[in-house]
């Protein structure tokens, strides 16, 4: 066993979205279960839907309420089973957002949103992705892998969302045993597609080195989560960043101290 | 310290050329040298700053021995304030350079200076490596118009031995009243100090801001020549 996550996470408006007076179409959510576990979630509202704001702040809040739930008293003990949980959960996340587009009286697409979904705890790593998030993780090794990669849509620019009709039928399900299918994991990082220029290295598509190395160094020094918090924001909003995307951007970071 | 302290490397992963200046601010500088050596400071500033890539990838750290020696801040949050030699914050990168107001007087303990200038690029480099980010030659520049009141003899050796298996490249420059003799134990013997004529100090600063720009658009290792100024080839390979 090792020391408890430590876990930041922050949704920002884009440069973008600032002059068009747009909301944030960002959302995460985060926790880290009494039992250990860690869950998160991050989402980016389609940026021509007009209600994917609210979208991807749903996807997010049902999906850990979901995880939360089911994992109260229990733990998947498999692949297999951690699999079944993951879809389950990513299927009754978009039950939950469809039916709240339809008591608002929208169209699905009204709240196209993407999900990027990980849980991790001692043992398991697993990651649920559709659309452009991106999410990987840096090990006790000092490898970095990533663990949910940028689903590219039928046209340029375009991806997919989760009330696409073909949803399920998109969504990717990773499920790794630390240790066996993966380094044992020191620090995970997810994001949405605002980072994913600065986060991704062009020419290898591996995550970029520079960019990570720093950031995974976050979460094991956290001692004040106010202070991270509002780091955080300063990071996600400063010059340096919006030079390079005038996206919302959305960044969680989580690590184990004594990893 | 900052939870992001090192995030300057995740928002900004641009190979890394750091510039250490050691700048002689003893009481011999006082009055127009010191005025004329911060104007062109300010002036190397506004010149690299004009080149963007540039900017991302030149750092600076400004260590000066007037009496003290100190690594200065050169951030707008902390210009002028002693670093303490901490390798993390004594750089910046061009974008956010901004040249502390130097002041003159005490002795020249330029053997200590260069000694701890050394460290402070060793550290920086420890740091590049922890992030992984790619780096270019280190340059130092030494500019003094006098003579070392400590013992610099160990400090000379030091520079030499490190400029010459590529650990930085060391510029010797001297204004008028220094020992150019002993300068020289500094420099490399195919990079002798140059002697500025006058105070010409602004277009020294031209002259290097026009040679960190070049290293600046080349690929680490590349062979790239420099303006003309006494040298003709600088390998900026680390």
């Known amino acids: 066993m090792s020391g408890a996550w430590h876990v930041v996470g922050a949704s920002v408006r884009g440069t973008s979205h600032l002059k068009t007076m747009t909301p944030c179409q960002d959302s995460c959510a985060y926790m880290v279960m009494e039992s250990g576990t860690l869950l998160a ?7 021509s839907a007009a209600r994917s704001d609210l979208g991807s702040q749903q996807a997010v809040n049902q999906t850990l309420e979901i995880l939360f739930a089911e994992l109260l008293d229990r733990r998947p003990a498999n692949h297999r089973t951690w699999g079944d949980l993951l879809f389950e959960t990513f ?33 398991w790593l697993v990651s649920g992705q559709i659309g452009d998030g991106y999410a990987a993780v840096q090990t006790t090794r000092d490898d970095l892998v990533a663990i949910a990669e940028p689903q590219r849509g039928e046209y340029a620019d375009s991806t997919y969302f989760i009330t696409d009709e073909q949803a ?11 240790g066996l ?7 995970l990082a997810a994001m949405t597609d605002g980072l994913t220029n600065l986060a991704i290295d062009r020419r290898s598509a591996q995550p970029h080195r520079p960019f990570f190395k720093p950031l ?20 996600l909003v400063s010059d340096r960043i919006n030079a390079r995307t005038d996206d919302d951007k959305t960044l969680v970071l989580a690590g184990r101290p004594g990893r | 310290m900052s939870y992001f302290d090192q995030a300057e490397f995740a928002d900004n992963p641009e190979p890394r050329c750091p510039v250490v200046l050691c700048l002689d601010t003893s009481g011999s500088m006082k009055g127009d040298p010191i005025a004329q050596l911060n104007e062109a400071l300010t002036q ?10 540039a900017s991302l990838r030149v750092e600076v750290a400004v260590v000066t021995f007037g009496g003290a020696v100190r690594a200065l801040g050169v ?12 390798s993390a914050r004594a750089f910046t990168t061009v974008d956010l350079f901004s040249p502390p107001e130097l002041k003159a007087g005490g002795g020249t303990p330029m053997g200590d ?10 550290g920086r480099k420890e740091i590049y490596k922890n992030n992984d980010l790619d780096y270019f030659r280190p340059w130092m520049f030494l500019i003094t118009d006098g003579k070392p009141t400590d013992s610099w003899e160990s400090a000379a050796e030091q520079a030499r031995l490190e400029d010459a298996r590529k650990g930085l490249l060391f510029f010797g420059i001297g204004v008028e009243g220094a020992e150019m003799e002993t300068l020289a134990k500094f420099t490399p013997e195919n990079r002798p100090p140059m002697k500025l004529r006058g105070l010409a100090f602004g277009e020294l600063f031209q002259w290097l801001s026009r040679s960190l720009s070049a290293v600046a658009h080349s690929k680490v290792g590349d062979q790239i020549p420099l303006p003309p100024v006494g040298w003709a080839e600088v390998d900026t390979s680390s």
Do not use: N, W
């Not at chain 1, 039916?99 to 979904?117: N, V």
């Not at chain 2, 707008?76 to 303490?84: L, V, Y």
């Open chain 1, 91 to 123: 299927c009754e996340t978009r039950r939950r957002v469809l039916r709240l587009t339809a008591e608002e009286g929208g169209q699905p697409r009204d709240y196209a949103c993407t999900l990027t979904i990980l849980i991790a705890d001692d043992d």
């Open chain 1, 41 to 47: 979630a991050v989402s980016d509202g389609a940026g």
């Open chain 2, 44 to 53: 190397f500033a506004a010149e690299l700053k004009g080149d963007s890539l």
């Open chain 1, 216 to 235: 995974m160094q976050v979460p094991g020094k956290i001692r004040d989560h106010e202070t991270a918090l509002t780091e955080l924001y300063e990071f």
């Open chain 1, 181 to 187: 299918d993966i380094g044992p994991v020191r620090s």
């Open chain 2, 113 to 122: 200076a260069v000694r701890k200038s050394l460290e402070l690029l060793r």
């Open chain 1, 168 to 178: 399920a039928d998109v969504f990717v399900g990773r499920v790794y045993r630390q």
């Open chain 2, 75 to 86: 951030h707008a949050d902390d210009s002028g304030e002693d670093t303490g030699f901490d």
